[in-house]
């Protein structure tokens, strides 16, 4: 388990517990650690300026971003100065974790609200808007939406049944899905990516700062039914699939899989399976490429 799930999740994965996104924790008064971290005094002030500043723009309105609130400095509090503080810092504000579709569907079950949203990556790194790749999680039922009305025509409130076809269209075109926090572990979001993810660029492509652990699971292949065929490696965002050409076949890197999936989805074969992390010696204690 990550320690997310040890911290947050009682020894299951924290995204599955439904604590993690009820109005309690939501309202639940910060740490002084965790203001001095997000710069805010409430998650629902962290949540706002998230949206002004990266929903907005994403959909074509503009920037609204205001100055984050002063706030004094508990003594032993996070003073970013280094990767290491960076990321303890990641983790106390806004922090994700890969999810094959089977978990993005369990994450669906929990929430009474689904809203589909523009993507501020693809803006930032396509300069497009209205990219809505992005799904909000409960935030219209806390009326977080209402107060943006420049941007509702971007905003697509919809069903469970809706959103998985959505989602399951862009498994298939090889977007890894992702699940967030807003205020730790406060869950508000999920997110479907490729290589003009903010997150995957600065953690994976220019090997930064983790930004999101791995699943909690990992991909094999079985090697009797791999027809060495290399549709999968298409769909690979970690670099952890290779060819053998004297056999004829693909094997997946345990240390390097993020176990989000969408491999699966290019074989035709249906050689390639989940495994939870923790049977695999090799990937048991991995979460984080460093």
Not at 71 to 76: L, Q
Not at 168 to 185: A, C, I, N, Q
Request: net charge negative; with cysteine; glycine share 10%.
């Amino acid at each position: 388990m990550c320690e997310f799930c040890i911290q947050h999740g009682e020894g299951k994965q924290w995204y599955l517990q439904m604590k993690n996104y009820s109005r309690e924790l939501l309202n639940a008064p910060l740490t002084a650690d965790q203001k001095y971290a997000i710069g805010f005094t409430t998650r629902r002030e962290w949540m706002d300026n998230f949206i002004k500043g990266f929903i907005i723009p994403a959909s074509g309105g503009s920037a609204l971003v205001e100055s984050q609130t002063d706030i004094v400095k508990p003594e032993g509090s996070i003073s970013p100065s280094n990767q290491e503080q960076i990321l303890i810092q990641n983790k106390i504000e806004h922090f994700g974790q890969v999810l094959p579709i089977e978990d993005v569907e369990k994450v669906l079950s929990l929430v009474n609200s689904i809203t589909r949203m523009p993507c501020g990556c693809r803006f930032d790194n396509a300069g497009l808007t209205n990219q809505r790749y992005c799904f909000g999680l409960g935030v219209d039922t806390q009326h977080m939406l209402g107060q943006f009305p420049e941007i509702s025509s971007s905003l697509e409130v919809m069903g469970k049944t809706e959103a998985m076809k959505i989602i399951r269209k862009f498994d298939e075109e090889g977007l890894m899905h992702s699940v967030w926090s807003g205020v730790t572990p406060f869950v508000i979001g999920l997110c479907n990516c490729d290589g003009d993810c903010g997150a995957y660029r600065g953690y994976i492509k220019k090997r930064g700062v983790p930004t999101f652990f791995h699943a909690e699971y990992i991909c094999q292949v079985d090697l009797d039914q791999c027809t060495g065929c290399k549709e999968c490696m298409s769909q690979c965002q970690f670099g952890a699939q290779f060819y053998s050409s004297a056999l004829g076949k693909v094997t997946i890197s345990a240390a390097n899989c993020f176990g989000c999936g969408v491999c699966r989805a290019a074989c035709p074969q249906g050689a390639i399976s989940l495994i939870p992390r923790e049977k695999s010696p090799e990937a048991a204690n991995i979460w984080l490429k460093t």
